[in-house]
């Protein structure tokens, strides 16, 4: 095993540390790593774990440009231009691991801009910087490590065989062994509730994962994907959420499987036509059986109470926002469909996740969401995105000013999305299926910290 690495709250399945030892190895030899797997098996977090504290990201996507990954002129306050060193750059010169996230989206061309760095020598000739072009040479502790999806995911595509000959690849394998995956939910768990008395041997790890591999395999012929890691560790999350909050075990562990499997069967890709009612009861009564203690919550007995500094509906509290609560006039809070769908966007809520809410048009999504951003007292900005949106639409972009001596200069201003982060306010992207792919993929980095 490599020496050094942050493994905190990460397990050490076989596939880890396999991972982790051709990564390591590859590394001794100044080899550039790529890591190809599903989505959720654990690529980003092999990559942490070997960036040691140091590592640098870089989230790529189909407009990702040459300037993205070297460096661009900038305007300054004072007028005139800059050098700004890009991501691989700054790699090199501070001598740190970088990651490439999902490098298959960029474009070839920019991609064998960095071909040099493949090589013996690892310089990169830099000419876009001024006048006269000059060589850079990584320091000792530059590497490079890239992740990417199979070339068969929707709207993923392939690298090309001649940049792909030059990494070192891994297979990031998605199998585990029970044992693993109860060792995975356990350590989350015990992570959330560190500062709770969390007894380890009524852990209900062994329930879910039974509940998944039965579900899963009597229905494999109807869903294209299994659950990843990434579900087991939101299922683990909402878990230990439940129990910080005060409800029972059982009940805990049917509001953890219902919001991360149950609640998604609407939008999971299928083989073949499936009747997803019929399929959602037959999971909700083989959890029953692996459980028999009652636990569930039935959606019609739903009612919102008002307490000290929260709000409750059911069993699940979300606390109020900075700004004085108000009831939404045009809104109905004793609809059952209504009161159901709170419910389920209040238990999202309880982990540090995005939630996507799928429907048809005009079935309330967005009033639903402004609504409980004005009940709880959330400031909330709403974004109505297209396929004309642009990532500086969302984040910022450098806009040009008059200065006092009446000359032009340019200063930055922040985008909405920016803006909401900095005042830790919430974000409602509205339509966000119109959104091209180069402005959606850099916002995973949002997700994942």
């Known amino acids: 095993m490599p020496k050094d690495v942050v493994a905190e709250g990460i397990v050490m399945t076989l596939g880890m540390r396999r991972m982790l030892v051709i990564t390591e190895q590859a590394w001794l030899r100044n080899e550039a790593v790529l890591v190809v797997g599903e989505t959720g098996g654990g690529k980003t977090s092999l990559a942490q774990a070997m960036g040691r504290g140091s590592l640098i990201t870089i989230n790529c996507h189909e407009k990702t440009e040459t300037a993205d990954l070297l460096g661009r002129l900038r305007p ?12 691989v750059i700054s790699a090199m010169k501070s001598g740190v691991p970088l990651l490439i996230d999902e490098i298959s989206l960029a474009e070839d061309a920019v991609l064998e801009r960095l071909n040099p760095l493949f090589e013996e020598d690892r310089k990169l000739l830099l000419s876009e910087a001024g006048v006269e072009a000059h060589s850079i040479s990584a320091k000792d502790g530059f590497q490079i490590i890239a992740t990417m999806n199979p070339g068969g995911d929707y709207g993923k595509k392939e690298l090309s065989k001649a940049l792909r000959n030059r990494f070192t690849e891994i297979w990031s394998s998605c199998d585990y062994e029970e044992n693993e995956l109860l060792a995975i939910f356990d350590l989350r768990v015990t992570e959330k509730l560190k500062n709770c008395h969390y007894d380890r041997n009524k852990s209900p790890a062994l329930l879910v994962i039974s509940w998944i591999t039965e579900f899963f395999k009597k229905y494999k012929h109807a869903f294209r994907h299994s659950p990843s890691v990434r579900d087991i560790v939101a299922c683990a999350e909402i878990y230990a959420a439940c129990i910080a909050s005060g409800i029972g075990r059982t009940t805990a562990v049917h509001e953890a499987v219902s919001a991360v499997f149950l609640d998604a069967f609407g939008s999971l890709p299928v083989r073949m036509s499936v009747h997803l009612e019929s399929v959602r ?18 959606s019609t007995s739903l009612n919102l109470r008002e307490g000290v500094g929260k709000i409750s509906i059911g069993q699940i509290s979300i606390p109020y926002g900075p700004i004085p609560p108000s009831k939404p006039k045009l809104f109905s809070f004793r609809a059952p469909t209504c009161i159901s769908n ?71 201003e922040d985008g909405p ?4 982060i900095k005042k830790e306010e919430w974000v409602l992207l ?17 997700t994942l910290w």
């Open 417 to 420: 999305v920016l803006r909401a």
């Open 430 to 446: 509205d339509e966000a299926c119109f959104c091209t792919v180069s402005c959606a993929c850099p916002c995973n980095f949002i």
């Open 342 to 412: 709170f419910y389920r966007i209040a238990r999202g809520l309880l982990i540090n996740k995005p939630i996507l809410l799928e429907g048809a048009p005009g079935c309330g999504k967005s009033s639903m969401v402004m609504a409980l951003a004005q009940l709880t007292g959330h400031p909330i900005t709403r974004l109505n995105l297209s396929d004309q949106t642009d990532l500086s639409d969302l984040f910022g972009r450098d806009v040009p000013v008059c200065t006092e001596d009446g000359s032009l200069s340019f200063q930055w």
């Open 281 to 298: 009861k037959d999971a909700e009564e083989l959890l029953r059986q692996l459980s028999p203690d009652e636990g569930t919550v039935d």
């Open 76 to 87: 300054r306050e004072n007028g005139g231009f800059v050098w700004s060193d890009g991501i």
